[in-house]
């Protein structure tokens, strides 16, 4: 079975600080992966996705995100974080084709510090 | 166009109740889901469907039914509503087939559900 692991569950940064949250999988081969981002008291939003292809992605709002298969890792990142990015994040895994169902983390929240 | 929408946004139930919660899509989209998010457990997959008629369980499905009777409809029901089904509730739908399509999920802006 698929399964999605984000080992921080509260991420605090300073506005224009780096970010990177991490996302493990697993599942036995090659999987459809996902960030969603969700605002407080919103629905989730698609920030990208790696279906297969040039492993770095970009996605909105200035996020991208790098599949390592060696270390089943799918960590998102950006380069200076705006207090506007302060919410949630889930990372999430699919199997493609019949496998459609996605398996999400458990998410990561993040605050940013003015 | 409206996407995904859900009603009602918010519902308090005694224990034992019944209550139906609505999902409704415009994109044409064939697959649909109701998902439950808990705080510190992410998102849980309850039930879904892959086309009008059509029904599956999910990862936590008891407790809860749902039918598709329409295409663009997914209804999700609580027969006999407990404490522990107090969660927030988001439906998402996504379309068919092709390997950039049917795992692409666009969610409502969720129900809030408390039962006491």
């Known amino acids: 079975a698929q399964s999605v692991t984000q080992p921080d569950i509260h991420i605090t940064v300073s506005e224009g600080a780096s970010l990177e949250l991490r996302c493990n999988y697993s599942?036995?081969?090659?999987?459809?992966l996902f960030w969603y981002v969700q605002s407080p008291g919103q629905g989730l939003q698609l920030l990208l996705k790696?279906?297969?292809?040039?492993?770095l992605v970009q996605g909105i709002k200035g996020f991208e995100a790098e599949f390592k298969r060696s270390q089943s890792s799918f960590n998102l990142r950006k380069p200076s974080v705006h207090w506007s990015d302060a919410a949630e994040y889930f990372c999430?895994?699919?199997?493609?084709?019949?496998?459609?169902?996605?398996?999400f983390g458990k998410g990561t929240l993040l605050t940013v510090n003015p | 166009n409206a996407g995904v929408t859900q009603t009602p946004k918010f519902r308090v139930l005694k224990t034992g109740q019944s209550m139906t919660l609505l999902c409704a899509q415009d994109?044409?989209?064939?697959?649909m889901y109701w998902y439950r998010q808990d705080p510190g457990m992410g998102l849980r997959l309850i039930h879904y469907s892959v086309g009008e008629g059509t029904t599956a369980k999910g990862e936590v499905p008891d407790g809860y039914n749902v039918s598709r009777l329409k295409k663009q409809n997914f209804l999700l029901g609580l027969e006999s509503a407990a404490p522990s089904q107090t969660s927030v509730y988001f439906c998402a739908s996504s379309p068919i087939g092709g390997k950039e399509g049917a795992n692409v999920l666009t969610f409502g802006a969720g129900s809030r559900l408390t039962v006491l």
């Open positions: 994109m044409n989209h064939e697959y």
């Open positions: 790696y279906f297969s292809g040039d492993t």
């Open positions: 999430a895994v699919a199997g493609g084709g019949s496998n459609y169902k996605l398996t």
């Open positions: 599942y036995g081969a090659t999987p459809y």
